[in-house]
């Protein structure tokens, strides 16, 4: 019930539609260990066939290194597998050899951008491009997102980018908005007598307070499920939060940030409220409400110190407030996914009785019987020591 739009969220298939056929376009013939070819069909892309052949896109550009995605051709054969043998050339991820390795230069994304044409356009590799953006899916691109095109010595660490699915595939975190309030408790005690963990995007004041379930949170919280942050109170989106200083807690985390910094006394945090007071310690991982951001949130989201988790999984139950709607949307969202090659982070939210009580056991079992592991979304993005998923 608390979304009405999302911002800035352009999903665009990784690759461009299918081009007419173009003279001399090399097919993709191109390595000599192929075992299995694949003949491309209407409207297919790279990233599409990928998914069919079920490897990631830069294990597929590997296969067929002088393809060029913007002009596949109808009928045209390209690789999907390879047999044993030396693996093919090229692509090996740039060393990081030094500790002021970073990125030196960014491209912000625009509609028209895939992840094979901006790496095309910077001379790099797919691979590479992939290894300087590790966190990136290439199927939610978004517009107006920096990426890094550039490494070297002297670098920085370039804005966040929006994540929406696991990096370790196998993995499925499930993730709940918008709690605590009065089913939340029951959904712990639920997760815990199973022995599963998933992720809280919690707000301060939203349905309830959270100092009301501090005992079920922190039940929770040892039980080693991901505690992250929401704002304060989702009344404001992130834009007028910030341009606006209205005070709710995500406001009061950049004074803190910004104060601390003039201060560098960070014993003035530990007086504040909320977060800090609750579990000790602040979360490193913020989902912003609606997931709606714009590039100068990231900048300064990126700064705090926070990642940015999206979802890639939506149950809308926040919008249908239906079961069967409910579980149309999760087997909708993952048809023709494979833990084989993907993970994924799905949206439900806590405060919605269907989904505390019936989505949430219903959607276990599920993505059990899909074969993903359930987890927390820091564990899905590869870390797996919990003392990593906060900060003092
Ligand atoms: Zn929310």
Redesign the pocket.
Known sequence: M??FTVLLVVAIIASAALAAPAKNQKVAKTTTHCSSWYKVKADDTCWAISLKAKISLPTFMSYNSKLNCSLLQLGEQVCIAIAPGPTPTSLAPTKKPTSSWGCTKLHTVTDQDTCWSISQAAKLSLDTFMSYNPLLNCNFLDAGVSVCIAEGPGGVAPPPIPIYSCSESGYFAITF??GPYKYTSALIDFLVKNNLKVTF?I?GQ?FGNIYDYAAPLKKAYDAGMQIAH??WS?AVNIHSCLLSGIINDFSLDILIYRISRLLTSLSFVSKLPSWKRLLGKFSVSF?P???AYTPDNLRIIGEMGYKVIVWDVDSED?LVENFAKEQANYKSALKGTSPKNSGHISLQ?DPHPISAQQLAPWAVKYVHSLGYKITTVADCLGDHNPKDWYRP
Do not use: E
Request: glycine residues 6%.
């Open positions: 608390r979304f908005d918008d995007f707000n939203n929401h704002t989702h989902r409400p609606y997931g926040w939210h």
